[in-house]
């Protein structure tokens, strides 16, 4: 039996073990990573190889938004015939011609065809096509022209998320020589963390726009992916998978870099600029920029405005910002596709294997040393650990933070439980025989005050209760010792979980009377009210039993029950040896003389003034007038309890 709870607690505790590693790498470590790449990864800003031209509020303030497309073409023809950029790509989609104004798109598409370095985006849509049949037809022309050699080495594959392609007006098709998907992944809770170097489009593979701007600066090399990575023949590229994903899943960790004021972490320049030196050079003066300034860089044209009735506002959430523009996101993926600095990462098992290494350390360490000794060297290792994780993003390796730590905390938990309920297993075994002995509340206050359990007490307001049988004497002289013990047991067994739930304790058992005490141990405002409900409820039991017994052939007994309400001394009484937690004083006394009066007056519940004055409210009574109890010198008032009232029972 012993071997199945084992077993049943190793299967248990792996399952919570579990269960805390996925909770704590799908929600807290995402987190973790975030403020990780924030504060040790992004430690230097973007390269200058990378620029950004950005149509910002400065813009569209001189030149009112909408823009006419030869707006673009006047930037395109300023960098194309006076820049040399190495490469120029275009941050947005063109998905429908502008009918408005036929010239200025023409002049748009005529400069577009004049530029062989141009990477423009297209938007894949999760709108199926009107007509399927020509949809196949669509989806292989902008295959065959856009897309890129690859060779595809996954065992899965995603492709099931988009549905169709937003065409190009014919016209910028017929002239767009390079144009690639703007898709920016997001993780489960909105933020950007990695970037899919190649865009899964049902059977078809496109590179991602940044991406596909990079190989074309390279001569367009067939690239290999791989389960792990990403590489490209002829040139010496290497782009790891981001290792929290698994499957079709293939994404590999962006690098950010540290952010300006601006929220950029490139150098941004505002499009007002560039046009407004095209019209300088249009008109013979020099320009405010130097042309060299772009010369031989990478150069990114997008938009990001403030006002929203524009719509050009692109801001997205990434690790590094809740406000990064989407921009400088793509920047961002050029930057690390140009100078192969993608942040690498432990994979899945890596990480689970660092978090089961971290649970089995720190439960060795609670199972061999002691707490004091094993906290200590715990606490060491998680700071140690911390400073490890803090040097491996600084270095560009990203490793799972939290969740080794949440599972050493979990170990310690279950290691210290499992650790002190071995060790009180024993004492618990002495509590629960000892418990067979004396009330279950003496003993937990006992055990509460182990160290100072010594003689003495205080003086406390109390209620004690008698119950006595009825002709017990009489009774037991025509019954077996054995028998006698059967009706005495089962009376006892009914009655003390009716006294326990009324908050009281047993205090001893009297031959076949039961002395309980209500509002000590147990602190209890209402114990004078509760040992009353007490007695009523022990006497409609009785009332059950009698009928169970007579059925049995037992005889019927009756009990008188006895209450009485004022200040006792409580505590331990004894010696220093052998001690006893008891009531003693004048008010125990007069409760069990108050009992004896139900032979007296043929009754069976009989309360003192005292406790009369408590419940007067709650309770229906005869008075029984002037009563001389036995030890006291002046005559008492008594009263019959012959009921609760119901509605008022608190």
Same mark, same amino acid.
């Given at each position: 039996?012993?071997?199945?709870?084992?077993?049943?607690?190793?299967?248990?505790?792996?399952?919570?073990?579990?269960?805390?590693?996925?909770?704590?790498?799908?929600?807290?470590?995402?987190?973790? $990573?975030?403020?990780? /790449?924030?504060?040790?990864? !992004?430690?230097?800003?973007?390269?200058?190889?990378?620029?950004?031209?950005?149509?910002?509020?400065?813009?569209?303030?001189?030149?009112?938004?909408?823009?006419?497309?030869?707006?673009?073409?006047?930037?395109?023809?300023?960098?194309?015939?006076?820049?040399?950029?190495?490469?120029?790509?275009?941050?947005?989609?063109?998905?429908?011609?502008?009918?408005?104004?036929?010239?200025?798109?023409?002049?748009?598409?005529?400069?577009?065809?004049?530029?062989?370095?141009?990477?423009?985006?297209?938007?894949?849509?999760?709108?199926?096509?009107?007509?399927?049949?020509?949809?196949?037809?669509?989806?292989?022309?902008?295959?065959?022209?856009?897309?890129?050699?690859?060779?595809?080495?996954?065992?899965?594959?995603?492709?099931?998320?988009?549905?169709?392609?937003?065409?190009?007006?014919?016209?910028?098709?017929?002239?767009?020589? $390079?144009?690639?998907?703007?898709?920016?992944?997001?993780?489960?809770?909105?933020? /950007?963390?990695?970037?899919?170097?190649?865009?899964?489009?049902?059977?078809?593979?496109?590179?991602?726009?940044?991406?596909?701007?990079?190989?074309? +600066?390279?001569?367009?090399?067939?690239?290999?992916?791989?389960?792990?990575?990403?590489?490209?023949?002829?040139?010496?590229?290497?782009?790891?998978?981001?290792?929290?994903?698994?499957?079709?899943?293939?994404?590999?960790?962006?690098?950010?870099?540290?952010?300006?004021?601006?929220?950029?972490?490139?150098?941004?320049?505002? !499009?007002?600029?560039?046009?407004?030196?095209?019209?300088?050079?249009?008109?013979?003066?020099?320009?405010?920029?130097?042309?060299?300034?772009?010369?031989?860089? $990478?150069?990114?044209?997008?938009?990001?405005?403030?006002?929203?009735? +524009?719509?050009?506002?692109?801001?997205?959430?990434?690790?590094?910002?809740?406000?990064?523009?989407? +921009?400088?996101?793509?920047? +961002?993926?050029?930057?690390?596709?140009?100078?192969?600095?993608?942040?690498?990462?432990?994979?899945?098992?890596?990480?689970?294997?660092?978090?089961?290494?971290?649970?089995?350390?720190?439960?060795?360490?609670?199972?061999?040393?002691?707490?004091?000794?094993?906290?200590?060297?715990?606490?060491?290792?998680?700071?140690?650990?911390?400073?490890? !994780?803090?040097?491996?993003?600084?270095?560009?390796?990203?490793?799972?933070?939290?969740?080794?730590?949440?599972?050493?905390?979990?170990?310690?938990?279950?290691?210290?439980?499992?650790?002190?309920?071995?060790?009180?297993?024993?004492?618990?075994?002495?509590?629960?025989?000892?418990?067979?002995?004396?009330?279950?509340?003496?003993?937990?206050?006992?055990?509460?005050?182990?160290?100072?359990?010594?003689?003495?007490? &205080?003086? @406390?307001?109390? /209620?004690?209760?008698?119950?006595?049988?009825?002709?017990?004497?009489?009774? @037991?002289?025509?019954?077996?010792?054995?028998?006698?013990?059967?009706?005495?047991?089962?009376?006892?067994?009914?009655?003390?979980?009716?006294?326990?739930?009324?908050?009281?304790?047993?205090?001893?058992?009297?031959?076949?009377?039961?002395?309980?005490?209500?509002?000590?141990?147990?602190?209890?405002?209402?114990?004078?009210?509760?040992?009353?409900?007490?007695?009523?409820?022990?006497?409609?039991?009785?009332?059950?039993?009698?009928?169970?017994?007579?059925?049995?052939?037992?005889?019927?007994?009756?009990?008188?029950?006895?209450?009485?309400?004022?200040?006792?001394?409580?505590?331990?009484?004894? @010696?220093?040896?052998?001690?006893?937690?008891?009531?003693?004083?004048?008010?125990?006394?007069?409760?069990?003389?108050?009992?004896?009066?139900? &032979?007296? $007056?043929? /009754?069976?519940?009989?309360?003192?003034?005292?406790?009369?004055?408590?419940?007067?409210?709650?309770?229906?009574?005869?008075?029984?007038?002037?009563?001389?109890?036995?030890?006291?010198?002046?005559?008492?008032?008594?009263?019959?309890?012959?009921?609760?009232?119901?509605?008022?029972?608190?």
């Amino acid at each position: 039996m012993r071997g199945i709870k084992t077993f049943f607690t190793i299967i248990a505790a792996g399952l919570f073990l579990f269960v805390a590693f996925w909770l704590s790498n799908s929600f807290l470590e995402p987190k973790f $990573y975030d403020f990780m /790449t924030k504060a040790f990864t !992004a430690h230097g800003y973007g390269s200058n190889d990378v620029l950004i031209i950005v149509i910002d509020d400065e813009s569209i303030a001189k030149y009112r938004w909408p823009w006419k497309r030869e707006m673009y073409s006047n930037i395109f023809e300023y960098l194309n015939q006076n820049a040399q950029p190495k490469l120029i790509i275009h941050d947005a989609i063109i998905g429908t011609p502008d009918n408005e104004n036929p010239d200025s798109d023409k002049k748009y598409f005529n400069a577009v065809s004049k530029i062989n370095n141009l990477v423009s985006g297209m938007e894949l849509t999760f709108k199926e096509y009107n007509d399927n049949l020509k949809g196949i037809g669509i989806d292989e022309k902008y295959y065959n022209k856009f897309s890129t050699p690859i060779e595809d080495n996954r065992k899965y594959f995603e492709g099931f998320r988009f549905k169709s392609i937003l065409q190009f007006p014919q016209e910028y098709y017929n002239v767009l020589k $390079y144009a690639a998907p703007v898709t920016c992944p997001q993780d489960n809770d909105g933020v /950007t963390r990695d970037i899919s170097l190649f865009v899964a489009y049902k059977q078809y593979l496109y590179p991602y726009l940044a991406f596909r701007g990079f190989l074309l +600066t390279k001569n367009n090399p067939e690239c290999i992916i791989s389960q792990d990575n990403v590489t490209c023949k002829s040139i010496n590229f290497y782009a790891p998978k981001y290792q929290r994903y698994v499957g079709g899943h293939h994404r590999t960790p962006i690098k950010f870099y540290k952010l300006y004021s601006n929220n950029y972490s490139h150098k941004t320049i505002s !499009a007002v600029k560039i046009l407004d030196d095209y019209d300088r050079i249009k008109s013979g003066k020099k320009p405010e920029l130097s042309p060299e300034l772009f010369k031989d860089k $990478y150069i990114i044209l997008g938009a990001n405005v403030k006002a929203s009735s +524009t719509g050009l506002s692109d801001i997205l959430h990434s690790s590094v910002s809740p406000r990064h523009p989407g +921009t400088d996101i793509l920047a +961002t993926v050029l930057d690390n596709s140009i100078h192969k600095d993608f942040l690498k990462s432990f994979t899945i098992w890596q990480n689970a294997l660092l978090a089961i290494f971290s649970a089995i350390f720190i439960y060795i360490l609670i199972s061999t040393q002691t707490i004091f000794a094993s906290l200590s060297i715990i606490t060491a290792a998680f700071i140690v650990f911390f400073f490890v !994780a803090c040097f491996s993003f600084y270095n560009g390796l990203a490793i799972n933070v939290i969740t080794p730590v949440i599972l050493g905390v979990v170990t310690m938990i279950f290691g210290y439980l499992h650790r002190f309920l071995l060790e009180g297993q024993n004492k618990e075994k002495i509590k629960k025989a000892m418990g067979k002995y004396i009330s279950d509340d003496i003993m937990e206050n006992v055990v509460k005050n182990i160290d100072e359990l010594k003689l003495g007490g &205080k003086k @406390s307001v109390v /209620t004690v209760l008698f119950a006595d049988i009825r002709g017990f004497t009489s009774m @037991s002289e025509k019954m077996s010792a054995e028998e006698v013990s059967n009706i005495l047991n089962e009376y006892f067994t009914e009655m003390e979980p009716i006294i326990s739930s009324h908050n009281g304790i047993i205090n001893k058992f009297i031959g076949d009377a039961v002395m309980a005490i209500f509002g000590e141990p147990i602190n209890d405002k209402n114990h004078a009210l509760n040992a009353v409900k007490c007695a009523n409820d022990m006497l409609k039991k009785v009332h059950q039993l009698q009928h169970k017994w007579i059925e049995e052939g037992k005889p019927k007994i009756e009990i008188g029950i006895g209450i009485n309400t004022g200040e006792v001394f409580v505590g331990n009484i004894g @010696s220093e040896r052998r001690m006893e937690y008891t009531v003693i004083g004048d008010t125990v006394n007069l409760a069990s003389r108050i009992e004896s009066y139900n &032979k007296i $007056y043929k /009754t069976n519940f009989l309360i003192g003034p005292t406790t009369y004055e408590e419940v007067k409210n709650y309770v229906n009574v005869i008075k029984i007038s002037d009563v001389q109890i036995r030890g006291k010198l002046q005559k008492l008032d008594i009263y019959e309890v012959l009921g609760i009232i119901e509605d008022k029972r608190v």
